[in-house]
């Protein structure tokens, strides 16, 4: 089995947003973010809930298929099919005032 088919057995897009990050940006209606970053964005599954607080809001995701998905949604302003250290590498000018990185790093 393929690193691709065996992330797609085990997320999907069907999944709803992380309801700890719901509740986080909730906490503080007063929560306004120019630049969005989610690192490991999957299918874009938390995009909705990010895009709700931030003006822009960029999608990182190593998984080809997944990075495809979450860019069909359109509701990130860009999707990219990387890594986070190779996007890094590549947009230093980039400044973010919200990552998430929900269920990617541990």
Known sequence: MSYEDYWHSKYSLEEEPSKGLIELLEMN???????ALDVGCGEGRNFSIIKKY??????????KKAAEKAGELK???EVVFNTLDEYYQNNKRYCFNFIVAWRVLH
């Open 75 to 77: 509701i990130a302003d």
């Open 54 to 63: 931030s003006a822009c809001l960029i999608g990182i995701e190593p998984n």
């Open 29 to 35: 209606e007063n929560f306004q973010f120019d630049r």
